[in-house]
């Protein structure tokens, strides 16, 4: 088993930065995959990026430039440091960890971005 606990969601206004942290703890394999998904009301569950254990990271196109993925191995700590946010960027964001065939998922912290 692996949990995820999120942490660092919030109010902000338009054009503001937040940064998300995940602390994963459990039978963590060193080799793996963590990131984080949104679901905003009325929508699918969509990627806003991943990193792997070796540091290559993959963002949804609407993220790039904005959003930077980073992670601590020795902590198992996974951080999304989100600039320039918008309206659009409302969602519940959600922590994930990845390892073959296994995932796990956190409970999610909200984010809402409005003035």
């Known amino acids: 088993q692996v949990h995820l606990v999120e942490s660092g969601g919030g109010l902000v206004q338009p054009g503001g930065s937040l940064r998300l942290s995940c602390a994963a703890s459990?039978?963590?394999?060193?080799?793996?995959?963590m990131g984080w998904y949104r679901q905003a009301p009325g929508k699918e569950r969509e990627l806003v990026a991943i990193i792997t254990s070796g540091g290559t990271t993959n963002y949804a196109d609407s993220m790039e430039g904005r959003f930077t993925i980073s992670r601590d191995n020795a902590k198992n700590m996974v951080y999304l440091q989100m600039n320039s946010l918008r309206p659009e960027d409302t969602a519940v964001y959600y922590c994930y960890y990845e390892r073959g065939l296994f995932r796990s998922w956190g409970q999610g912290t909200q984010v809402t971005v409005s003035s």
């Open positions: 459990g039978s963590i394999f060193s080799i793996n995959t």
